[in-house]
């Protein structure tokens, strides 16, 4: 199968400064301790393992790049997308901050919810969150492993596929016109009304904690792929942003940890809902006007997170904007595998990151504003699998089932 050319928009961040050091400011939103805390929670999770970092030679050698590893979220925790180690984790401390209020002194762990300790109080709280899927479903499901109750709220373009998925962890779905900066509205105000805790993935505020403790549950991401390249670091990660809290953890995990030595980050989203493009272009928070809704259904996000925007505007080095047109051919070829890769289930917004990469390589300008040649070690983040069925099977034409048997 050959790699397609398609047009993309990119520019560069000139505000990112690699001298820069990792500061107050951006560890008040994210930081080694709170990473391993995060580390420590999620890895006792049952079912925790890392996901798999897979070497495309073949898709290397086609666009002429010393070498790709994909990181393939689609295998994280049974969720199918890096999202499970995030809002459940945000659950978590919902509940421990809860128990601690109600005057239990000692540290309840993830085991001592599971095993249903201190059952009664934990019944009684219910978290909400918005979603355009993949937030929500973690939200649900850490709802459910962790005993209290879940109120997940989906604008009109969620499909009904994405509805069923949040629904069978037992949390209660409320539907809202308009798009997903609409139903986060609608959460937040439902939840000062009834007194619901926030899992919320996003905020106006740059202090909120329930959005950076969800990034800083993404951070794994970032660490295991650098323990699963071990002494070879990237020069180049690509990762897909809907609000930017997955490129935020990439990146200021990267940053604090490597400093000048950290790669080249590259910031994939769609035209349609191209929030961090335009906020990286005018220096600040720049929402996109009118409709957000995209094929890319879980980037369709209008505006940047306010945490996540303190580390992008100086760790983001580039963005690219994809057309609609990128979505498809991309899941095809991930499915079919290049010249003897291996074949890999990515869903839309999943594939984003590898459509951004295949779009910068076979496009010589942007092979150069990138920096992206024969000496690259590139990896692209595959955030999620086959989290739509319905739609999977509409564009790539099987069953995901039957791609990675
Ligand atoms: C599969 C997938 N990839 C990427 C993202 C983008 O993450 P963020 O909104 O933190 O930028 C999302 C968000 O829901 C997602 O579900």
Not at 66 to 87: C, H, N, P, T, V
Not at 130 to 153: K, L
Not at 174 to 187: F, I, M, T
Request: aromatic share 6%; proline share 4%.
């Amino acid at each position: 199968m050959e790699l397609k050319r398609f047009d993309a928009l990119a520019i560069q961040n000139a505000h990112s400064d690699r001298s820069r050091p990792y500061g107050e400011c951006e560890r008040r939103v994210l930081n080694q301790e709170g990473f391993r805390k995060a580390y420590a929670e999620i890895s006792s999770w049952p079912g925790y393992k890392e996901t798999p970092l897979i070497k495309l030679e073949g898709m290397a050698q086609q666009l002429g790049v010393g070498e790709i590893f994909y990181k393939d979220e689609g295998q994280r925790l049974g969720l199918k997308s890096f999202k499970a180690i995030g809002g459940a984790y945000a659950v978590l401390a919902i509940l421990q901050r809860y128990l601690a209020a109600q005057g239990i002194t000692e540290h309840v762990t993830a085991a001592d919810l599971i095993a249903k300790k201190h059952r009664a109080e934990v019944e009684k709280v219910i978290v909400a969150a918005a979603t355009d899927g993949n937030h929500g479903r973690s939200v649900a499901w850490g709802a459910q492993m962790f005993g209290c109750q879940c109120v997940i709220y989906l604008h009109e373009h969620v499909s009904l596929t994405r509805e069923q998925e949040i629904a069978r962890y037992g949390a209660r779905i409320v539907r809202v016109a308009g798009h997903y900066d609409d139903s986060v509205l609608a959460c937040a105000a439902d939840s000062a009304v009834n007194g619901w805790y926030v899992a919320g993935d996003t905020s106006n505020d740059v202090g909120a904690d329930v959005p950076s403790l969800i990034m800083q549950g993404y951070t794994l991401v970032a660490a295991e792929i650098l323990s699963q390249l071990a002494e070879r670091k990237p020069t180049h990660v690509f990762v897909q942003a809907g609000v930017g809290g997955l490129a935020a953890a990439v990146a200021g995990h990267y940053w604090e940890l490597l400093g000048t030595e950290r790669p080249n980050i590259v910031v994939v989203e769609p035209q349609r809902a191209d929030c961090v493009f335009r906020s990286i272009a005018a220096g600040r928070p720049t929402q996109v006007p009118g409709d957000t809704n995209t094929v890319m259904a879980c980037l369709a996000a209008g505006e940047v997170s306010a945490p996540a925007w303190v580390i992008l505007q100086h760790a983001v080095d580039s963005v690219i904007a994809l057309p609609e047109s990128a979505a498809a051919p991309t899941m095809q070829v991930l499915a079919a595998g290049i010249a003897g890769d291996p074949p890999i289930v990515a869903g839309e917004s999943g594939c984003a990151a590898t459509a951004g990469l295949i779009a910068a390589a076979l496009d010589p300008r942007l092979r150069d504003m990138l920096g992206i040649g024969p000496q690259s070690r590139i990896v692209t983040i595959g955030s999620e699998g086959a989290t739509d069925e319905d739609a999977y099977q509409r564009i790539v034409g099987r069953a995901s089932e039957s791609v990675a048997a």
